[in-house]
């Protein structure tokens, strides 16, 4: 079974900025999409980017411009850059493998806390 494995996460003031990784095991990593997603307390968990088996990538409007998603498929890792973080930035970060645009399976996820 693929199981995703994040770190990066922690805390960190307004403005600041973290990597996420991910390296999944278990399957062709470079042959698959690959997606960030996010879950804020009381919310739902949200996609937050994704980016192809070719290297396009997607961003919910509320991070373009200050994350950037991006992958080493030698490496087996998926990464999110996270600049510029915001208070409602703050959310356990998961990794997943999309299958027909779907997450696949969620790991343990990584903790970012924005706070001064």
């Known amino acids: 079974q693929v199981q995703p494995v994040e770190s990066g996460g922690g805390l960190v003031q307004p403005g600041g900025s973290l990597r996420l990784s991910c390296s999944p095991s278990?399957?062709?990593?470079?042959?698959?999409?690959m997606a960030w997603y996010r879950q804020a307390p009381g919310k739902q968990r949200e996609l937050v980017a994704s980016?192809?088996?070719?290297?396009?990538?997607k961003y919910v409007e509320s991070v373009k411009g200050r994350f950037r998603i991006f992958r080493h498929n030698a490496a087996h890792t998926v990464y999110l850059q996270m600049n510029n973080l915001k208070p409602e930035d703050t959310a356990v970060y998961y990794c997943t493998r999309l299958m027909s645009g779907q997450p696949d399976s969620w790991g343990q996820g990584t903790q970012v806390t924005v706070s001064s």
């Open positions: 980016i192809s088996s070719d290297d396009s990538t």
């Open positions: 278990g399957f062709f990593f470079s042959r698959y999409d």
